[in-house]
T-cell receptor, first 110, second 116 residues
């Protein structure tokens, strides 16, 4: 299975833009890059997914370079409520096993 | 996500006891999953089911068993609970052919299990 690597933790302040980068050097042609958010004692929640270039929704943006070996989740103007763990995964409809990894723990301070 | 429910939400049991965790979903998804999460760690896949007749082991299936009673129900059993099975357990569902993004998983609220 293709593996993803992301920073263990990040700190930010309210109102700042936060960018979390994920490396996936062995990404397969059929893989979609998917990000989840998890608050303490809650199940992960889907944030955004993309295949190439840029994807934007009401929560975040996802930037994917042409070689797809990395991706960057961008959270605009974070607030205290964005404090959570963020997971980068590679997914395709045929894959049978998913690996969440340890994620990136984002701490937003006032 | 309220469409995926788990019971019980909290459970304390003793070593050697049999315990069942239940998951129900109203999303109409064929795929269901069981994960466990230990403090400070990511989720690890225990079992998954792509339809009622399809059950597969995940990376940490030893000591667990599952039953897919219907499309909407997927139960996880610990036949003889041991302390290192103390963890937070999550159920999830997905639909790879839905209109939304590829095979997005929707998680239940979790069951906190303590084995003494």
């Amino acid at each position: 299975l293709a593996k993803t690597t992301q920073p263990i933790s990040m700190d930010s302040y309210e109102g700042q833009e936060v960018n979390i980068t994920c490396s996936h050097n062995n990404i397969a042609t059929n893989d979609y890059i998917t990000w989840y958010q998890q608050f303490p004692s809650q199940g992960p929640r889907f944030i955004i997914q993309g295949y190439k270039t840029k994807v934007t929704n009401e929560v975040a943006s996802l930037f994917i370079p042409a070689d797809r070996k990395s991706s960057t989740l961008s959270l605009p103007r974070v607030s205290l409520s964005d404090t959570a763990v963020y997971y980068c995964l590679l997914m395709d409809t045929g894959r049978r096993a998913l690996t969440f990894g340890s994620g990136t723990r984002l701490q937003v301070q006032p | 996500d309220a469409d995926v429910t788990q019971t019980p939400r909290n459970r304390i049991t003793k070593t050697g006891k049999r315990i069942m965790l239940e998951c129900s979903q109203t999303k109409g998804h064929d795929r269901m999953y069981w994960y466990r999460q230990d403090p400070g760690l990511g989720l690890r896949l225990i079992y998954y089911s792509f339809d009622v007749k399809d059950i597969n082991k995940g990376e940490i299936s030893d000591g667990y068993s599952v039953s897919r009673q219907a499309q909407a129900k997927f139960s996880l059993s610990l036949e003889s609970a041991i302390p290192n099975q103390t963890a937070l357990y999550f159920c999830a569902t997905s639909d790879p052919f839905g209109l939304a993004d590829a095979d997005t998983q929707y998680f239940g609220p979790g069951t906190r299990l303590t084995v003494l």
